[in-house]
């Protein structure tokens, strides 16, 4: 008798025994797009009955992850699994990683790429959102003052250097996020958006790609090969 393969805990975490109730699926590469979905999610007033997200908690988990979704209570009703990335500075090898998600799942459901900041950019979700931010908007000019220094400093051993468009921007919009919201430390930003308000209408048009995202998964034909 065939087994079913074992979780990731990754997906344990994440699973929490919850049958999936959508057919349209949304697995996310980290915590914090998918936490900027299920946020513009609700706005939208939908619920896990439209779509389901998924944060795969790490790049390192995403196509075990996908697999996983298959075998949870539910999972044999997907019909549409779309993917959010991150590009990265390697494109090749995100290209990779995304036919080796067409082969593994491929055959199973539908399936959808969405790599941020775009499908022939480098980078991440925070370069997507730096790109957004104005160059008059509070923190700009420190964050870029602090870039510049850390990059022109020598004395940094080269573990802690930020030699990628994603770990200059990631680095960059922690900067900003922390002097944009001084009076509490915000760790993540998807996090800091479903706290504060003023910061999700600060950045609403930053997410229009994201919410682009959920209007095509959405708007998908599920009866479509």
């Known amino acids: 008798m065939a087994h079913a393969p074992k979780l990731s ?5 994440t699973l929490k025994n919850r049958p999936l109730e959508s057919p349209r699926v949304i697995v ?3 915590a914090d797009e998918a936490d900027i979905l299920s946020l513009l999610r609700d706005e939208l007033g939908l619920t896990e009955a439209d779509v389901e997200i998924v944060d795969a908690k790490g790049r390192q988990h995403l196509l075990l992850c996908c697999d996983d979704q298959f075998y949870r209570s539910g999972g044999s009703d997907i019909r549409l699994m779309a993917v959010v990335l991150d590009s990265e500075d390697d494109l090749a090898q995100t290209q990779a990683l995304v036919a080796s998600l067409r082969a593994k799942v491929g055959e199973r459901a539908r ?5 941020l900041p775009g499908h022939d950019q480098a980078g991440a979700l925070e370069t997507l959102i730096r790109a957004a931010i104005p160059a008059d908007s509070p923190g700009h000019a420190c ?4 870039a510049q220094c850390v990059q022109a400093d020598p004395g940094i051993p080269p573990p802690y250097q930020k030699t ?3 770990q200059r921007d990631k680095a960059w919009l922690q900067v900003w996020l922390t002097h944009r919201t001084r009076d509490t430390a915000y760790s993540r930003i998807g996090y800091a958006l479903g706290k504060n308000a003023d910061l999700r209408d600060e950045l609403k048009a930053a997410l229009d790609p994201l919410r682009q995202v959920l209007s095509d998964v959405l708007g998908a034909n599920l009866n479509s090969p």
């Not at 964050?143 to 602090?146: E, F, L, M, R």
Request: proline letters at 0%.
């Open 9 to 13: 805990k990754a997906s344990q975490s």
């Open 111 to 115: 399936l959808q790429f969405f790599q």
């Open 28 to 30: 996310c590469e980290g």
């Open 143 to 146: 964050a870029t003052q602090w």
């Open 164 to 166: 990628t468009q994603a």
